[in-house]
């Protein structure tokens, strides 16, 4: 089956590992580490890999919410994301290929799998690999999207000043 094999070469690229770690450095209840503290997309955009990490929240709160958002406004498979998060994929991770997918007029399979060729160097060079990143159409499309997907969750989310400017009837 080819989404297993993908799954298996995807955890043992130690994909998962940075995903599943956590932040036991002897950060104290009382002072909560920020999320992308322990976690980063590394996109190169200090915005995005901001509300990237809210979304490995959300998702651990509302998976089913999260899945739904993927399959309707992404355009992935139910099936293929299921099979990811349960491999221990960070929801941010997969939310991201399949944002990066739609925007390119691909799969998220396919993003997927130009992640796995080198995930220790992070979405900025995944998606420079792809012509999506900083600065390109497709990179403005997938932050747009974010906050679209923001707003279907009722998650309040800040824009930046680029975002502002293209959603102007909006606040924050």
């Not at 955890?11 to 104290?28: F, I, K, S």
């Not at 322990?38 to 919410?65: F, I, K, P, Q």
């Not at 941010?92 to 925007?103: E, G, H, S």
């Amino acid at each position: 089956m080819p989404t297993r094999s993908v799954l298996i070469a995807w955890l043992m690229a130690g994909v998962c590992t940075p995903a599943m770690a956590q932040d036991a450095a002897g950060t104290q209840a009382s002072e909560p580490a920020p999320a992308v503290a322990v976690w980063s997309a590394a996109t190169g955009d200090d915005w995005l890999d901001t509300w990237l990490a809210d979304v490995n929240t959300y998702a651990g709160r509302y998976r089913g919410a999260f899945v739904d958002e993927l399959v309707r406004y992404q355009g992935a498979p139910r099936a293929f994301v299921t099979e990811l998060l349960d491999a221990g994929a960070r929801p941010a991770d997969v939310y991201l290929a399949c944002a990066t997918a739609r925007a390119l007029g691909r799969t998220c399979r396919e993003v997927v799998g130009e992640w796995r060729r080198d995930p220790a160097a992070g979405w900025r060079e995944v998606l420079a690999r792809l012509d999506a990143g900083r600065g390109t159409e497709t990179f403005a499309r997938v932050r747009r999207g974010l906050v679209s997907s923001f707003d279907r969750w009722a998650r309040p989310i800040r824009l930046d000043a680029a975002l502002r400017r293209a959603f102007p009837d909006r606040e924050g």
